[in-house]
């Protein structure tokens, strides 16, 4: 028996494979061969169906946001030569930074809870948002159906879906947020605060119109059945993450503890660009990670890449992402 060296085979199987290119080529260009359909041109909705012990979830996009190119910008104190060297070890675009945003419906049997709302018809961060309405509608979701939505803080790509151009998006759920969050966001006097200050009046307008429906929430409260809030305050001055739980099975919403699958858990003592207050953040972030890393309780993150859900790992002195299995039959 004669062995053929691997280098052959490999450098026969390039070579092979080049002539059946060149030769389907051919026979394109020659109107041999063609597609029997023509390209759609568009992504599947981006609707993901999942379960929670005996709650049904489903993850719906409200499309990435443009954060712009990599720089101390997004993160303090990480230069644009690291940003741009962890993002191409990673194989991720190493001249943008996009984050996505995954809103979360669950039913549980008695209530259809909305977590976040997206960024709405606003194109402050890039042609690309504004989805969450049509992703709802191509999962089957009336918006009239909501029974509750639930916030876990007030900046723009997290409440600004709450009103549409014909006014209320839900207007049959109540509302629940913190109430420091609420009174600073909604605070005419913080008009004038360098980088925040332009967020005031588009939050006034989604907020007070439905200030009647808004119900406040507390660290360790049961929100609603199953759904329990958590005080994270940093990122805002009353982010709230919250932990839905049936039948022994838990989901962490964690909001906006973390904003980029890599660089928040690789180094996680970094701030956040748009944090509030950047070092109560980071102790929210490392608290938090570390109970979930220590109860291995998956996480549905805001912003990490689509469906946004996973789990936290102690990866030494830092934390690693480790996305959860899609489940195609529930």
Known sequence: MTIVPHSVLSRRGLLIGAGVTALGGALTQAGLAHARAPMIGTAAP???RFKIGGFEATAISDGPLVMGEPSANVFKGLSKETFSKVLGENFLPTDVVRLD???L???????LV???????????????????????KAAGVAPADIDAVVLTHAHPDHCWGLMGEGGLNFPNAQIYMSQTDLEFWTDPAKASMPGIGGFIEPTRKQLLPNRERIVFVKDGQEVLPGIEAIHTPGHTVGHTSYVVTSDGKALCVAGDIVHHHVISLETPKLEFAFDTDGLQSVASRLRMLDMLANRRIPMLAYHFPWPGIGYVAKHGDSYKYVPAALQTVL
């Open 46 to 48: 981006a609707v993901h």
């Open 101 to 103: 945003q995954n809103v």
């Open 105 to 111: 419906v669950v039913n549980t049997g008695e209530k």
């Open 114 to 136: 909305l977590f976040d709302t997206g960024v709405g018809s606003t194109r402050l961060m890039g042609d690309l948002t504004g989805r969450m309405l049509a992703n709802l």
